[in-house]
Protein backbone atom coordinates (compact mmCIF):
# COMPACT_ATOMS: atom_id res chain seq x y z
CA UNK A 1 0.00 0.00 0.00
CA UNK A 2 2.75 2.08 0.98
CA UNK A 3 4.52 1.62 -2.37
CA UNK A 4 1.02 2.26 -3.96
CA UNK A 5 0.99 5.57 -2.26
CA UNK A 6 4.23 7.10 -3.52
CA UNK A 7 4.18 6.06 -7.24
CA UNK A 8 0.83 7.57 -7.61
CA UNK A 9 0.77 10.61 -5.30
CA UNK A 10 1.13 14.47 -6.93
CA UNK A 11 4.74 15.40 -8.33
CA UNK A 12 6.31 18.13 -7.12
CA UNK A 13 4.28 17.69 -3.47
CA UNK A 14 5.23 16.73 -0.22
CA UNK A 15 3.50 12.92 0.38
CA UNK A 16 2.79 12.86 3.93
CA UNK A 17 3.17 8.88 4.53
CA UNK A 18 1.33 7.44 7.77
CA UNK A 19 3.23 5.30 9.24
CA UNK A 20 3.01 3.17 12.55
CA UNK A 21 6.18 2.56 14.39
CA UNK A 22 5.41 -1.23 14.78
CA UNK A 23 5.99 -1.81 11.02
CA UNK A 24 9.77 -0.57 11.52
CA UNK A 25 10.49 -2.22 14.90
CA UNK A 26 13.80 -4.01 14.12
CA UNK A 27 16.42 -4.24 11.56
CA UNK A 28 14.60 -6.48 8.82
CA UNK A 29 11.84 -4.02 8.92
CA UNK A 30 13.89 -1.20 8.57
CA UNK A 31 16.05 -2.21 6.04
CA UNK A 32 13.01 -2.18 3.64
CA UNK A 33 11.33 1.27 4.68
CA UNK A 34 15.43 2.27 3.88
CA UNK A 35 15.16 0.77 0.55
CA UNK A 36 11.46 2.05 -0.09
CA UNK A 37 12.11 5.83 0.99
CA UNK A 38 16.11 5.72 0.30
CA UNK A 39 15.01 6.88 -3.20
CA UNK A 40 12.68 9.26 -2.71
CA UNK A 41 11.96 12.91 -1.94
CA UNK A 42 9.38 15.25 -0.44
CA UNK A 43 8.10 12.17 1.60
CA UNK A 44 6.94 12.89 5.69
CA UNK A 45 6.37 10.11 7.39
CA UNK A 46 3.68 10.85 10.24
CA UNK A 47 3.59 8.90 13.10
CA UNK A 48 -0.20 7.76 13.90
CA UNK A 49 -2.17 8.61 16.45
CA UNK A 50 -2.65 4.98 17.75
CA UNK A 51 0.77 4.42 18.79
CA UNK A 52 0.89 2.29 21.84
CA UNK A 53 2.64 3.83 24.22
CA UNK A 54 3.61 1.03 26.47
CA UNK A 55 5.96 -0.14 23.35
CA UNK A 56 7.71 3.12 23.55
CA UNK A 57 10.71 1.47 22.48
CA UNK A 58 9.89 0.51 19.02
CA UNK A 59 8.84 4.01 18.18
CA UNK A 60 12.34 4.97 19.92
CA UNK A 61 13.89 2.55 17.15
CA UNK A 62 11.15 3.81 14.35
CA UNK A 63 12.23 7.40 14.99
CA UNK A 64 15.72 6.65 15.04
CA UNK A 65 15.85 4.62 11.60
CA UNK A 66 14.00 7.77 10.05
CA UNK A 67 15.93 10.26 11.41
CA UNK A 68 19.64 8.52 10.10
CA UNK A 69 17.95 8.53 6.49
CA UNK A 70 17.05 12.57 6.85
CA UNK A 71 13.67 11.75 6.43
CA UNK A 72 10.95 14.33 7.86
CA UNK A 73 8.75 13.51 10.75
CA UNK A 74 5.48 14.57 11.99
CA UNK A 75 3.08 13.54 14.63
CA UNK A 76 -0.70 12.84 13.38
CA UNK A 77 -3.18 14.42 15.73
CA UNK A 78 -0.89 15.54 18.57
CA UNK A 79 -2.68 15.92 21.63
CA UNK A 80 -6.14 13.45 21.70
CA UNK A 81 -6.34 12.10 24.85
CA UNK A 82 -5.26 8.76 24.25
CA UNK A 83 -2.42 9.56 22.07
CA UNK A 84 1.34 9.00 22.61
CA UNK A 85 1.94 12.52 22.17
CA UNK A 86 -0.37 14.21 24.71
CA UNK A 87 0.39 18.32 25.33
CA UNK A 88 -1.82 19.44 28.24
CA UNK A 89 -2.05 22.95 28.53
Partial sequence: MKRFQIQNRPQGKHLFLNLDPHVCKN???????RKLLSKEKDIVCEIIENTDS?????????????????VPIALDDVGGDQNLFVLIF
Fill in 54 to 70: TLIENTRFCLDVLRREN
Fill in 27 to 33: RSQAAEW
